[in-house]
């Protein structure tokens, strides 16, 4: 019989499990939870369990490990004195995302790997434990393919973003590049992602030719996801609706029309604050998104333009202070709402018969997150029942 672990005297836990009648977060004080195999096998009163171990988290919160349905993780190059000089004034625009695509394509497998690690090292220690990668920083069959075939070594999350924005030898002729994308670049793509994804933005890539896209990653048995509204008011909720898509992300700029329609959708809403912080714009209202009823989530979206962060606490905190979530719905969005994001159930809650993904906090309960924004509270992270991440002994 497996060995069984118990974690004991949890100040706090979050399950997130909607059988409880505790408030959206299924919070239980003074808790403790069994692990067999990488499972959570029991919850329970604190102190009342034996187990093969006992593991006393000395009244600390625990919570699902963060589910970040939004990052671009492969890439190389260096892009902070684009960000230094937005910080001084200059506007940000999507063509950055050519310099990055330059120095991905000229990096080595190895070089983008070592970068790789280290980026899924960083976001253990935020208390991620689930991740989506996107490629897009390739933008040619050869670099979209080894992009998606490294994000796979990291995670099954990954998603096709060939069409992220138009590469510079296409820059006369981007429908050319659309075929490209939904033709041979798809079939060699579609076998190592689960999701195609477009970024539908001025600047980017238009309706028809981000619909082209979608619908041919459908026919790949792809699921669909859309970087919309970013920069402005635009199609991309529209038409993420249209396609049934299982989240459409950024939703910065988002009319009245388009909370409707995704409030009369299953199409999540991801929200990507580190991404407004990044880029000096609005921060969306999702007080009003969720009023009406939408899914939400919150992601990083790290990636090295737009939003250079793994800090799904700070994610959190933004979506409280300054999108008007309050903090039990920005910790669900973080991770159950993740993981609605992914279009998973397993992960982003703590119940019996799930995987036991996991965030010890250095804190009594999941409001210090936002209580003291900037402060490392990530105590540990465990990934099926494994520690992938803890503070230095002593602290
Ligand atoms: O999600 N919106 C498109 N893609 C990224 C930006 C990437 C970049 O600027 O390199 C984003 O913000």
């Not at 969306?284 to 606490?313: F, I, L």
Request: charged share 20%; net charge negative; glycine share 10%.
């Amino acid at each position: 019989m497996a060995a069984s672990t118990v974690i004991d005297n949890i100040g706090a836990l979050v399950t997130n499990d909607p059988e409880r009648e505790s408030g959206r977060l299924g919070r239980i004080d003074r808790a403790a939870l069994v692990i067999e195999d990488g499972t959570v096998v029991h919850i329970a009163p604190a102190g009342t369990i034996r187990a093969d171990r006992r593991l006393d988290v000395g009244g600390r919160a625990v919570l699902p490990g963060f589910v970040d349905s939004h990052t671009h993780l492969v890439f190389a190059g260096d892009r902070s004195a684009e960000f230094a000089a937005r910080m001084a004034g200059a506007p940000y625009a999507a063509g950055g995302i050519r310099v990055t695509t330059d120095a991905t394509r000229n990096a080595s497998e190895d070089a983008l790997r070592e970068a790789l690690n280290r980026r899924v090292a960083e976001a253990r220690q935020a208390g991620i434990t689930t991740l989506e990668i996107k490629s897009g920083y390739g933008l040619t069959t050869e670099d979209e393919t080894r992009i998606l075939r490294l994000a796979r070594e990291a995670t099954t999350e990954t998603t096709f973003l060939g069409a992220h924005v138009v590469p510079t030898e296409y820059s006369n002729r981007p429908d050319d590049y659309v075929d490209l994308v939904a033709g041979p670049m798809m079939d060699a793509c579609a076998p190592h992602a689960r999701f195609v994804d477009v970024f539908c933005e001025e600047g980017a890539f238009d309706e028809d030719q981000s619909r082209r896209v979608l619908k041919a990653g459908i026919e790949h048995g792809l699921r669909v996801k859309v970087h919309g509204n970013q920069l402005g008011f635009g199609p991309g909720v529209g038409l993420a609706v249209e396609m049934g898509a299982t989240s459409v992300d950024h939703c910065t700029h988002l009319t009245g029309s388009d909370i409707e329609s995704l409030a009369g959708s299953s199409v999540v809403a991801t929200f990507l604050p580190l991404a407004d912080f990044s880029t000096r714009q609005p921060y969306p209202d999702a007080r009003k998104v969720v009023d009406a009823g939408v899914t939400v989530a919150v992601a990083t979206n790290c990636n090295p333009g737009s939003s250079y962060s793994t800090s799904m606490s700070l994610c959190i905190a933004l979506a409280v202070r300054d999108m008007h979530m309050t903090i039990d719905e920005a910790v669900w969005a973080a991770t159950a709402g993740g993981a609605a994001a992914l279009g998973r159930s397993d992960v982003g809650r703590l119940t019996p018969g799930g995987p036991a993904d996991l965030v010890v906090l250095d804190a009594p309960s999941h409001d210090h997150l936002v209580y003291r924004p900037g402060v490392p509270l990530i105590h540990s992270t465990y990934v099926g029942g494994r520690l992938v991440h803890s503070i230095s002994p002593g602290r």
